[in-house]
């Protein structure tokens, strides 16, 4: 199911400019550090956008001069999953599919510290039917599951399961832009 597409079939591409809160007024997300809008620079500020019309709330978190990003990122994700409903999980299927989308998140930022030099912002997207993860860094290279995939070797792993947990999954690169943002996307729990 791996894929290079910029955009999942039936995704719109990229959220209009201002999506990340910024410009439409975002405020910093409940317990998570403050110190100004997104794109101040300042360490692990989370923005969260107002719910727009669509339905789609979108939050980000910026990766810049802060250290233990993993479990940062998944608190934010988790922080998110609460606040979307996702958490506390009324069944073991949505129980099953919140720990998904903090799995995804661990391996998508995990991938960004070990081959690009680490992530450098985390965007979170969700409406009703799909949870988006889009991790952007600056490494160049491609990620892809290690093929043939072996369970018992250590490392190695989380492309390939992100490629199973996933609806689907690529890559988004910016002509003339060093870096990458690799996105995937879940589906909402019933």
């Given at each position: 199911?791996?894929?290079?597409?910029?955009?999942?079939?039936?995704?719109?591409?990229?959220?209009?400019?201002?999506?990340?809160?910024?410009?439409?007024?975002?405020?910093?997300?409940?317990?998570?550090?403050?110190?100004?809008?997104?794109?101040?620079?300042?360490?692990?500020?989370?923005?969260?956008?107002?719910?727009?019309?669509?339905?789609?709330?979108?939050?980000?978190?910026?990766?810049?001069?802060?250290?233990?990003?993993?479990?940062?990122?998944?608190?934010?994700?988790?922080?998110?999953?609460?606040?979307?409903?996702?958490?506390?999980?009324?069944?073991?299927?949505?129980?099953?599919?919140?720990?998904?989308?903090?799995?995804?998140?661990?391996?998508?930022?995990?991938?960004?510290?070990?081959?690009?030099?680490?992530?450098?912002?985390?965007?979170i997207s969700?409406d009703r039917?799909?949870?988006?993860?889009?991790v952007s860094?600056?490494?160049?290279?491609?990620?892809?599951?290690?093929?043939?995939?072996?369970?018992?070797?250590?490392?190695?792993?989380?492309?390939?399961?992100?490629?199973?947990?996933?609806?689907?999954?690529?890559?988004?690169?910016?002509?003339?832009?060093?870096?990458?943002?690799?996105?995937?996307?879940?589906?909402?729990?019933?």
């Amino acid at each position: 199911m791996s894929t290079t597409r910029p955009y999942p079939p039936g995704d719109r591409g990229p959220e209009p400019s201002g999506a990340s809160g910024a410009s439409q007024g975002g405020t910093p997300m409940t317990g998570e550090p403050t110190g100004g809008e997104h794109g101040t620079g300042e360490p692990g500020t989370g923005v969260a956008a107002p719910a727009a019309s669509t339905g789609r709330q979108v939050r980000t978190l910026s990766f810049d001069g802060v250290s233990g990003v993993v479990p940062l990122a998944r608190d934010f994700t988790r922080q998110a999953l609460y606040a979307w409903g996702w958490l506390p999980a009324a069944s073991a299927d949505q129980r099953a599919a919140a720990e998904d989308v903090l799995l995804v998140v661990s391996e998508l930022v995990t991938n960004a510290c070990l081959h690009a030099d680490g992530p450098e912002e985390l965007h979170i997207s969700c409406d009703r039917k799909v949870i988006r993860l889009e991790v952007s860094d600056r490494g160049s290279g491609q990620p892809a599951p290690r093929t043939p995939h072996r369970a018992g070797r250590p490392g190695g792993h989380g492309m390939f399961i992100v490629q199973r947990l996933c609806l689907d999954w690529g890559v988004v690169r910016t002509p003339g832009v060093t870096g990458k943002t690799v996105w995937a996307e879940l589906g909402a729990p019933a």
